[in-house]
C-alpha cells in the first residue's frame, strides 16, 4: 500500500506571539484520527523546552487533506503535550477545549477576518522601489493591477483552504495597498480556531510557492496606513434567537468592564494599531456602537433591524493571542500567532531577496492543482510592479 505524507503543524512558545511549525512525516493512509501516530520534536529549537529536556509530543487533534499534495496526503494539527502526557504550558487549546465544554449550551458561533499584509523582500507587495504608493482610498477591495497586489496568491489561498474543508467564506483587497482579508466562520470553537491555524499555515505555504511572504503584525507600516485586525463576529443561541438585541447590550456591558483584560489577549504591539484613527477606537477606551467601524466593538445594521444576530469585536489585532473566556459565554480562542516582520521603511531600498527564490518556485508540477495558475506560467516568473 502506497504511503502519504502528514504534514503535522503545531504552535511554538515563541514571545510575545507564537508562530507555527511543521515536519512531515512518512506513513500509511490514515482515515481517521486514530490512524495517525502521536510525534516528537526538539522543544529546545522552538522555546518550548531546555536543551537537557527537549522531547516534546505532537498529539494529532484535527486533520484535513492536504490540498497541495497528492489525494490521501494529510495536513494534521498538533496539540502540544509534555513527554508525559500532560499539557505544555504553550498550549491554550487544552484550556479553549474545556471553556467550550463548559459553555457547550451557549452555542456560541465565532467568524473571524483575518488581515494580513504580503512583502516581497522587505516592502510590502506592490509599493514603489522608492518612496510611497499613492495615498489609501482606492485599493479597497479594489481591481486592476495598479491598485491590487498578490491577487494570484490570495485565489490560490481561497482555494487551498475551500479544498482542505475550510470554512473559508470570503476574501478581500484591504484599505493598504497589500493588504487583505480572509474570513473563516461562522462556527464553534475549538474548530474556528483550528481552522485559522490551518488558513494561516497554508497562507505562508502557498507564499512560499511565489516567493512573497505574509505578516500578521498589526501595523505593518507607520504612519498613515491601515493596520491589519482580526474582527472577531460573536453571537450565542439566546442572541440570534428572538429579542437578541437584549442579550447583546448585556454583553456589551460586560465586555466593558473586562476591555483591558481582555486587550491584554488580542496581541502584541495592537497599540500601535488601536489609535483611534484608520477604523479603530483607542486602546484605552471601550465603546460600541451600531454600524459605528470607529468603535470597539460595532453592532451590525442588520442585528439592530432584526432585533437580533451577532456583533463585531474590532479590537483584536491580526496576530490575536486570545484565550479570554467572560462569564456570560465564550470568547474564546487559543493564542494567534504572527509573523512579527516590520517593515523597516528607509529611504532607499536594496535587496530583492526573494528573487532567486520566485524563479526556482516557477517549476511546474504534476501535483500542481489543475485549477491554479501554472508555476511555469509567465506571470508568475514575471515581477509585478
Ligand atoms: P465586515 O463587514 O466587518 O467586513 P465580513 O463580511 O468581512 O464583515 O465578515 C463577517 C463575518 O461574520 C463572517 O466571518 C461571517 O461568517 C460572520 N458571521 C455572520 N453571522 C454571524 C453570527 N450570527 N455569529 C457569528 N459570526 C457571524
Ligand atoms: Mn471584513
Ligand atoms: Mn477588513
Ligand atoms: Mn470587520
Known amino acids: 500500500m502506497a504511503k502519504i505524507t502528514a504534514e503535522y503543524i503545531w504552535i511554538d512558545g515563541q514571545k510575545p506571539t507564537a508562530k507555527l511549525r511543521s515536519k512531515t512525516k512518512i506513513i500509511d493512509p490514515a482515515k481517521s484520527l486514530a490512524d495517525i ?7 529546545s529549537s522552538t522555546e518550548q523546552a531546555t536543551g537537557h529536556f ?33 499539557v505544555h504550558p504553550s498550549n491554550t487549546r487544552a484550556f479553549l477545549r474545556q471553556v467550550a465544554e463548559r459553555y457547550k449550551e ?10 494580513y499584509t504580503f512583502f516581497d523582500g522587505n516592502r510590502p507587495l506592490g509599493w514603489p522601489d522608492h518612496g510611497f504608493p499613492a495615498p489609501q482610498g482606492g485599493y479597497y477591495c479594489g481591481v486592476g493591477a495598479d491598485e491590487v497586489f498578490g491577487r ?4 490560490a489561498h481561497a482555494d487551498a483552504c475551500m479544498r482542505a474543508g475550510i470554512h473559508i467564506v470570503g476574501t478581500n483587497a484591504e484599505v493598504m495597498p497589500g493588504q487583505w482579508e480572509f474570513q473563516v466562520g461562522a462556527i464553534t470553537a475549538p474548530d474556528i480556531a483550528d481552522e485559522l491555524w490551518l488558513a494561516r499555515w497554508l497562507l505562508y ?9 505574509a505578516t500578521l503584525y498589526p501595523k505593518p507600516v507607520k504612519g498613515d496606513w491601515n493596520g491589519a485586525g482580526a474582527h472577531t463576529n460573536f453571537s450565542t443561541k439566546a442572541m440570534r434567537a428572538e429579542g437578541g438585541i437584549k442579550v447583546i447590550e448585556e454583553a456589551m456591558k460586560k465586555l466593558e468592564r473586562r476591555h483591558d483584560e481582555h486587550i491584554k489577549v488580542y496581541g502584541a504591539h495592537n497599540e500601535e494599531r488601536l489609535t483611534g484613527l484608520h477604523e479603530t477606537a483607542p486602546i484605552h477606551a471601550f465603546r460600541y456602537g451600531v454600524s459605528d467601524r ?13 432585533g437580533r444576530g451577532y456583533f463585531e469585536d474590532r479590537r483584536p489585532a491580526a496576530s490575536r493571542a486570545d484565550r479570554a473566556a467572560p462569564r456570560w459565554g465564550l470568547l ?9 516582520s516590520q517593515f523597516p521603511m528607509t529611504s532607499r531600498s536594496t535587496v530583492i531577496p526573494s528573487k532567486r527564490r520566485w524563479r526556482s518556485s516557477c517549476r511546474s508540477s504534476s501535483s500542481w492543482p489543475a485549477s491554479w495558475p501554472s508555476r511555469a506560467s509567465s506571470r508568475c516568473c514575471t515581477r509585478r510592479r
Open 332 to 340: 474564546a480562542s487559543w493564542s494567534f500567532s504572527s509573523r512579527s
Open 106 to 115: 451557549q452555542e456560541a458561533w465565532f467568524g473571524i477576518e483575518q488581515e
Open 37 to 43: 501516530p502521536e510525534w516528537g520534536y526538539d522543544g
Open 54 to 86: 527537549s522531547d516534546l509530543l505532537l498529539r494529532p487533534v484535527k486533520m484535513v487533506p492536504d490540498p497541495l499534495h497528492r489525494e490521501g496526503d494529510l495536513l494534521v494539527l498538533c496539540e502540544v503535550l509534555m513527554p508525559d502526557g500532560t
Open 294 to 306: 470607529g468603535a470597539s466593538v460595532r453592532i451590525p445594521m442588520a442585528t439592530t433591524k432584526e
Open 205 to 213: 505555504r502557498i507564499g512560499e510557492e511565489f516567493g512573497i511572504s
Open 152 to 155: 494570484d496568491v490570495v485565489e
